[in-house]
T-cell receptor, first 113, second 110 residues
Framework: GAGVSQSPRYKVAKRGQDVALRCDPI?????LFWYQQALGQGPEFLTY????????KSGLPSDRFFAERPEGSVSTLKIQRTQQEDSAVYLC???????????FGPGTRLTVT | GQNIDQPTEMTATEGAIVQINCTYQ??????LFWYQQHAGEAPTFLSY????GLEEKGRFSSFLSRSKGYSYLLLKELQMKDSASYLC???????????FGPGTRLSVLP
């Protein structure tokens, strides 16, 4: 079956622009996670949804970052007024339930110029 | 606090065995995962340990000692395609937060 998909795969934004990154999890997966991965580093947790409820957003680096999953399926990570330090790969992962292994999407590489 | 340590880089020869270590200090523990990540690609699940001991899965094995905060991933009969980063991740008590280590970049040489 289809895995986790993310779009766009690559995004170049000028500093100050807003961006929206989309994640389509595996159908039926309850839990959805967003991570930020800098070059040569492991993924860092940003936020977590169980169905449509955002249960943990402790990893969001600033109030410029906002995530939603209004119908408990597709999720969008929005970054307002992008800064150069936001340049990274943004990974989305889903799992059937919270306790299960996570399946990752290919990521969106964001470059802020 | 949360802290996971792994060696940054390792090199091994095709056909050999390599052991990648991971030590962790986390506020809670509810399982340790190993993921493989090829450059520019998504991490893919390799193994999971929640109890002490060795879990074997083909050419890959993973070991856990909870009392020592220590795990290793053992790769046997190395192949060129095993060149990748290997990520150690600990899941906290509540099951919703994975803390990833920095990853170990493995290069397999002919």
């Amino acid at each position: 079956g289809a895995g986790v998909s993310q779009s766009p795969r690559y995004k170049v934004a000028k500093r100050g622009q807003d961006v929206a990154l989309r994640c389509d999890p595996i159908s039926g997966h309850v839990s959805l996670f967003w991570y930020q991965q800098a070059l040569g580093q492991g993924p860092e947790f940003l936020t977590y949804f169980q169905n449509e409820a955002q249960l943990d957003k402790s990893g969001l680096p600033s109030d410029r970052f906002f995530a939603e999953r209004p119908e408990g399926s597709v999720s969008t990570l929005k970054i307002q007024r992008t800064q150069q330090e936001d340049s990274a790969v943004y990974l989305c992962a889903s799992s059937l339930f919270t306790q299960d292994e996570q399946y990752f999407g290919p990521g969106t590489r964001l470059t802020v110029t | 606090g949360q802290n996971i340590d792994q060696p940054t880089e390792m090199t091994a020869t095709e056909g050999a065995i390599v052991q990648i270590n991971c030590t962790y200090q986390t506020s809670g523990f509810n399982g340790l995962f190993w993921y493989q990540q090829h450059a520019g690609e998504a991490p893919t699940f390799l193994s999971y340990n929640v109890l002490d001991g060795l879990e074997e899965k083909g050419r890959f094995s993973s070991f856990l000692s909870r009392s020592k905060g220590y795990s290793y991933l053992l790769l046997k009969e190395l192949q060129m395609k095993d060149s990748a980063s290997y990520l150690c991740a600990v899941r906290d008590n509540y099951g919703q937060n994975f803390v990833f280590g920095p990853g170990t970049r493995l290069s397999v040489l002919p």
